[in-house]
């Protein structure tokens, strides 16, 4: 890393969890996704949805 060159770095807290099973069918993971700096989140149903979430927050910067 150089001066003219600074490193940016976003952090982001990713919480998931595996919902109940609902007699014989899969356990679908669901989470929250938290830009930490910006304070924004959002609730995932999908695994992809995190993904989706980090990507908008750093295409916005």
């Known amino acids: 890393m150089t001066p003219n060159n600074p ?7 990713v919480e998931l969890w595996r919902e109940p099973s609902t007699g014989g069918g899969s ?3 669901r989470g929250i996704v938290k830009h930490v700096s910006h304070d924004d ?3 995932v ?3 992809a949805d995190v993904t989706v979430f ?5 295409d916005a910067l």
């Not at 490193?7 to 807290?13: A, G, I, Q």
């Not at 980090?54 to 750093?58: L, P, V, W, Y």
């Open 7 to 13: 490193r940016t770095k976003e952090l982001f807290l």
């Open 27 to 29: 356990r679908p993971w």
């Open 41 to 43: 989140e959002r609730y």
């Open 45 to 47: 149903v999908e695994l």
């Open 54 to 58: 980090i990507s908008r927050c750093i």
